[in-house]
């Protein structure tokens, strides 16, 4: 049986992480951006991990290596971001081919140093090997307050849904260049920017729930539902999309608000907060737009479009694209 027929990647998941060792020490495993673990005090650990390997998560043809290793920083961050923490710590796993240049990796890391640099993140260890293709892993490590760690499972029906940002703008450059064009937006693709820990930390002091957008709108609010056993209305037309991302979009056909909704790789932040809390949040922080409002679970979880209601689906999934 192929993990398609079971559902997909989020399927496979939980068929694989049924059992749990009973530690103490774990405060939130496998279901969140990073697991939450016992640290000091008055704060706990996060540990995150993302890997990214060539022709799924990025083609040479389009990245420079530059590009690619300030990507691998950037997902990981983002991550620990989405929990209200820091992030302190890297380990990184390669695999590369028998014919990587040096000159090549020489850039690779200069695109990850600078990301780290500008997140205050060091480098402590890792491991490289050969393959077939480029396989780039990294373990991110970082800690956050006790009383501020966000977690999807923290949303109660009546919080408004935010988004940080615009949305979008990654698929719309993947489009473009599926497309055949070399030119028109493509840096939300290419150099893809999470938030920064300053900005995640303002809205963790308000928020209640909160998610980074790796896999669509879509997917991040469904996930936030699931964790926190309720519904959710996403309104169609406050999906906040840049001019860019609408021009992309027209320029090959496409519709921008379902790049928001299903592309991904944006690394805005998803959150709730409750309404008498937007004010408060306004005076640190007011890049946001809200979407929507998570409902009680009877309602479902829908797209509100003119009136009609649409099936939310879930975003991008590795085993059904």
């Not at 990073?34 to 390997?53: F, G, I, N, Q, R």
């Not at 799924?56 to 691998?72: A, E, I, N, R």
């Not at 879509?218 to 037309?237: F, L, M, N, Q, Y």
């Not at 909704?261 to 008498?276: A, C």
Request: glycine residues 12%.
């Amino acid at each position: 049986m192929k993990i398609s027929e079971i559902g997909g990647e989020f399927a496979f998941i939980k068929r694989v992480t049924g059992v749990s060792h009973p530690d103490p020490a774990i405060i939130r495993g496998i279901g969140d951006d990073c697991a939450v673990l016992e640290y000091t005090s008055d704060k706990y650990l996060l540990v995150t991990v993302d890997m990214m390997v060539e022709n799924s998560h990025f083609s040479l043809d389009w990245y420079t290596p530059y590009q690619v290793g300030m990507k691998l920083m950037e997902v990981n961050v983002s991550d620990i971001i989405s929990m209200g923490g820091s992030p302190r710590w890297a380990f990184i796993s390669l695999a590369l081919t028998r014919d990587t240049e040096v000159e090549f990796m020489d850039e690779f890391y200069r695109g990850l140093y600078d990301s780290a640099m500008k997140h205050g993140v060091a480098l402590v260890g890792g491991d490289t090997t050969h393959g077939r293709e480029l396989v780039l892993n990294l373990a991110l490590i970082g800690d956050v307050d006790r009383d501020q760690v966000r977690l999807r499972s923290q949303a109660g029906p009546g919080d408004l849904i935010c988004v940080t940002g615009t949305l979008g703008k990654s698929e719309a450059g993947l489009r473009l260049l599926l497309a055949g064009r070399r030119e028109g937006y493509l840096a939300g693709y290419l150099e893809p920017k999470c938030r920064l820990e300053r900005e995640g930390k303002a809205i963790a002091r308000h928020a209640r729930a909160m998610i980074d957008v790796s896999d669509g709108l879509g997917s991040e609010v469904v996930h936030i539902c699931e964790e926190s056993v309720t519904g959710a209305r996403i309104d169609w037309d406050r999906i906040p999309l840049s001019s860019q991302t609408v021009e992309a979009a027209r320029a090959v056909g496409g519709d921008p608000r379902l790049y928001a909704l299903y592309g991904g790789e944006d690394f805005e932040l998803v959150f709730t907060i409750h309404p008498d809390s937007i004010g408060a949040l306004k005076n640190d922080f007011t890049d946001f737009t809200v979407v929507g409002e998570i409902l009680p679970k009877e309602a479902g979880i829908f797209i509100s479009r003119n009136g009609e209601r649409l099936e939310l689906k879930g975003g991008y999934d590795h085993f059904r694209e």
